[in-house]
Structure formats: structure tokens, C-alpha cells
């Protein structure tokens, strides 16, 4: 990891909350805690994380109100879901709801940390193939001919004789 990632971490329970904090300081990550996720929200207005650790448990908002709620804003960031009293359908609806993980306590820090990384990991890769996607979208639907032939090998002459066009042509196609 090239920068220091940001951990929002938000549980009622102090002692949970500290816990978390360092364990993901050590690993050189960036923590802010909020003892609800009526904090969080209000603050997603103007600042994002790479990444939540919520519990579902918590007076107000609850961790699963706090995914509904940014999936109604169209918030689309990867939490971690947290709690002492899971069940199977608890964990089908977390995730359901866009919950990228979901661990019980008492949970080990090393596996927490691991979830956490995963998630980063995934979210990067995530980004890279919207962005891909979003310059492909970008291609005129000859560029993207010519791409497609590109794919399959063909060399730029192979284009520029089935397209009709210059050599020079099918270079201005593939450098856009």
C-alpha cells in the first residue's frame, strides 16, 4: 500500500472502537472513530474513507440502516460489517445490502486486518476496471473496431486493408 488508507470505524462501544484503532494503526492505516452512524453520515457529505467497520448493533442508526442509507444516496464504498449477535440471516441481509464482510465477535485482529486489506485490495481493482471501462465507453465505434481487431492480432496494414483506410489511419484508431 502506497498511501496510508483511512478506516472510518464506527461501534457505540468504546472499548471496541480503541481496540480496532490500533490494531489498524500498527498496520500503518489511518483510523477515525465515531460512536454512531448518524455521525458517519453526516460526515460521508464531506469526506470519504477507504473503507468502514461498522457494527450492526447501535442505539439510532444501525449498521444495516447505515448501508440502506448509503445505498439510497448512491454512496458506494466498502464496509465491513461487525457484531455480537450474528446469525446466518443477519449476515445474508448485511450482505444483501453491500456489506463487503461481515465478522463476529470476539473477533481476532489479525483476521479483521486481513478483511480489511482484502477489501482495500478489492475496492482498488474495483476502481482500475471502472476506469477501463469508462475509456472504453469513450471509443468512437470505429476506434472500437479497430480495438477489437487489435485484440484478435491482426497488425495495423491487416486493419487498414479491411477498413479501407491508411495505415496512418488505424495508428490515430489505436492510439486513441
Same mark, same amino acid.
Given at each position: 500500500?502506497?498511501?496510508?488508507?483511512?478506516?472510518?470505524?464506527?461501534?457505540?462501544?468504546?472499548?471496541?472502537?480503541?481496540?480496532?484503532?490500533?490494531?489498524?494503526?500498527?498496520?500503518?492505516?489511518?483510523?477515525?472513530?465515531?460512536?454512531?452512524?448518524?455521525?458517519?453520515?453526516?460526515?460521508?457529505? !464531506?469526506?470519504?474513507?477507504?473503507?468502514?467497520? $461498522?457494527?450492526?448493533?447501535?442505539?439510532?442508526?444501525?449498521? /444495516? *440502516? @447505515?448501508?440502506? =442509507?448509503?445505498?439510497?444516496?448512491?454512496?458506494?464504498?466498502?464496509?465491513?460489517?461487525?457484531?455480537?449477535?450474528?446469525?446466518?440471516?443477519?449476515?445474508?441481509?448485511?450482505?444483501?445490502?453491500?456489506?463487503?464482510?461481515?465478522?463476529?465477535?470476539?473477533?481476532?485482529?489479525?483476521?479483521?486486518?486481513?478483511?480489511?486489506?482484502?477489501?482495500?485490495?478489492?475496492?482498488?481493482?474495483?476502481?482500475? !476496471?471502472?476506469?477501463?471501462?469508462?475509456?472504453? $465507453?469513450?471509443?468512437?465505434?470505429?476506434?472500437?473496431?479497430? /480495438? *477489437? @481487431?487489435?485484440? =484478435?492480432?491482426?497488425?495495423?496494414?491487416?486493419?487498414?486493408?479491411?477498413?479501407?483506410?491508411?495505415?496512418?489511419?488505424?495508428?490515430?484508431?489505436?492510439?486513441?
Amino acid at each position: 500500500m502506497s498511501r496510508s488508507e483511512t478506516v472510518w470505524i464506527v461501534d457505540d462501544d468504546r472499548s471496541i472502537r480503541w481496540v480496532l484503532e490500533k490494531a489498524l494503526q500498527q498496520e500503518g492505516m489511518t483510523t477515525q472513530s465515531f460512536d454512531s452512524a448518524d455521525g458517519v453520515m453526516s460526515r460521508l457529505a !464531506r469526506q470519504q474513507p477507504d473503507v468502514i467497520i $461498522s457494527d450492526i448493533r447501535m442505539p439510532g442508526m444501525t449498521g /444495516l *440502516d @447505515l448501508l440502506h =442509507e448509503m445505498n439510497r444516496r448512491g454512496v458506494d464504498m466498502p464496509v465491513i460489517v461487525i457484531t455480537g449477535h450474528g446469525d446466518v440471516p443477519l449476515a445474508v441481509e448485511a450482505m444483501k445490502a453491500g456489506a463487503r464482510d461481515f465478522i463476529e465477535k470476539p473477533f481476532d485482529d489479525e483476521r479483521l486486518v486481513a478483511s480489511v486489506r482484502t477489501v482495500l485490495l478489492d475496492a482498488g481493482e474495483h476502481g482500475e !476496471r471502472d476506469r477501463t471501462l469508462e475509456r472504453l $465507453s469513450s471509443l468512437s465505434p470505429r476506434e472500437r473496431e479497430v /480495438l *477489437d @481487431l487489435v485484440a =484478435e492480432g491482426k497488425s495495423n496494414a491487416e486493419i487498414g486493408a479491411e477498413f479501407f483506410v491508411a495505415e496512418q489511419t488505424v495508428k490515430t484508431h489505436v492510439s486513441n
